[in-house]
């Protein structure tokens, strides 16, 4: 493994590369990376780095977003079928039929999505910000795409507000049941239970903490809890444990894991910076369709 690392930061220096990565992918990808975040993160650090080329360790959204960012440079995924099945989950003519349907209504689209969707939205959101960036909008009416849960999450705590529900979902934590975790409460009586809030509504119900997955890790951090129930992708737990190496951290069985994050490798990051491909590439109208939202959220978190 040291080999491949040393080869990776030789071609990090030679191809004027940053690595940055998701808190989903394998631990080895984090310990490397130049930068690691969730999806909020990522999107801003993209529009921040210098480089001439960024290597995005994540599925093809994040790839896509750090492109409609920064379209000057070079985006590289190591893995072009690392795909999140939610980030198809809404559909154009839909959106259409919304806008056509209710006056004054925003179309909200949550950053995991496909930049075709993005470009049909007026303003993109992360499960960090979502909050922030909605109760600031002047419409009434939301259509939030694509997650369902992370709608419902938003829309209890702002009942002002009228939200229209798409039906996507996050399998890894969609899948995750209020059984399980109330089986774990039992199991680990004294652990805090945090979750993300993908998570079915009655999951969330039962969590002491609800948040973003950096939400997560700032959480843990600052809790006096020496216990904890961790309810998303278990690739955040490299973090959680290299930051609180005295306290524990425990997870469903088996644990939530996002198969396509887990595509990226040392041997395809290199094989993508030997190779010198010409990257992620879009129609430009599509990308500047898609940037406006994702700068009107830029704009909307300061």
């Known amino acids: 493994m040291n080999e491949k690392i040393n080869k990776i ?3 990090k220096k030679e191809k004027n590369a940053v690595i940055m990565a998701h808190y989903y992918v394998a631990d080895e990808i984090q310990q490397l990376a130049d930068y690691v975040g969730d999806s909020y993160y990522l999107s801003e650090t993209a529009t ?3 480089a001439d080329t960024i290597v995005l360790c994540g599925v093809s959204f ?3 977003s750090a492109k409609i960012l ?3 440079k070079r985006v590289l995924l190591p893995d072009m079928t690392a795909d999140c099945p939610m980030a198809h989950m809404a559909d154009a003519d839909k959106i259409q039929t919304i ?3 209710y006056d004054d209504v925003a179309v909200v689209c949550y950053v995991n999505s496909t930049a075709e969707l993005k470009a049909c939205s007026d303003v993109c959101v992360t499960s960090s910000n979502a909050l922030k960036i909605v109760s600031s909008l002047p419409n009434r009416n939301i259509y939030f795409i694509p997650d369902t849960n992370l709608a419902h999450f938003i829309a209890e705590q702002l009942p002002e507000k009228d939200f229209i529900f798409n039906d996507g979902f996050c399998h890894v934590h969609h899948n995750v049941t209020k059984e399980e975790v109330s089986a774990l409460k039992k199991r680990y009586p004294a652990a805090i239970v945090m979750a993300h809030p993908e998570s079915r509504p009655e999951v969330l119900a039962l969590a002491d903490y609800v948040g973003s997955t950096s939400g997560i890790i700032n959480h843990a951090a600052k809790s006096g809890s020496s216990q904890f129930i961790v309810l998303t992708e278990a690739g955040v737990l ?3 444990r290299k930051n ?3 306290k524990e951290f425990f997870t469903t069985e088996p644990p939530q894991i ?3 994050m887990k595509k990226i490798t040392l041997d395809n990051i290199i094989s993508v910076l030997e190779n010198d491909n010409e990257g992620i590439s879009m129609d430009k109208a599509l990308e500047e369709a898609a940037r406006k939202p994702m700068e009107r959220m830029l704009e909307l978190s300061i």
Do not use: F, H, I, W
């Open 62 to 64: 994040m790839g896509e």
């Open 9 to 11: 930061e030789a071609l």
């Open 244 to 246: 609180n190496p005295d």
């Open 99 to 101: 806008r056509q349907k």
């Open 238 to 240: 490299y973090e959680l």
């Open 48 to 50: 921040k780095v210098t």
């Open 70 to 72: 920064n379209p000057e």
């Open 258 to 260: 996002c198969s396509g």
